[in-house]
């Protein structure tokens, strides 16, 4: 496809609609270009954000300060990788509004950074709803004993 219509697809399909069947129809009949184009358009624009994403991610990890005595550099970049390779190589767990890879690492983007925040909230209430959140996406902290420090660094990983 052209960058025109590149341009194009992605202005008129938001980050909501990427698993919207209609409106990816729509877009492909009024550019005129095969429902596949949008879809591929759509990923593709989905994996750039994916990357963006690891940019300022790394950008932060250099300004934010990762308790030393808590988590070697060498664990934290070794969890980045694991996420990494969770998110490109394992099953897309298909559902209703989840149909493909793009629409799984938006919805898990949007999890945890729930997660995240409830955890880093001054309100008990919501930390413990962290907390609770933490135990069903990954039960292993709880039961390691971590540091909340701990937890909300490798969240962000």
Known sequence: LSEEKTKDILSQVSQTQVSDRQKIKEVAEKLEVSEDK??????KAGSASLKSIAAKEQKVQAEASIPAATISLDDYQNVVEMWKNHYQ????PVTEKIRERADWLVS??????????????VNPEMKQQ??????EILPFMLLGGFSEAEMLTYLKA
Request: proline residues 3%.
């Open 38 to 43: 949008v879809r591929e358009t759509l990923a």
């Open 89 to 92: 190589n394992a099953p897309v």
């Open 108 to 121: 898990e983007e949007k999890k945890l950074t729930n997660v995240y925040n409830l955890l880093s909230s």
């Open 130 to 135: 962290g907390l609770e959140k933490v135990s």
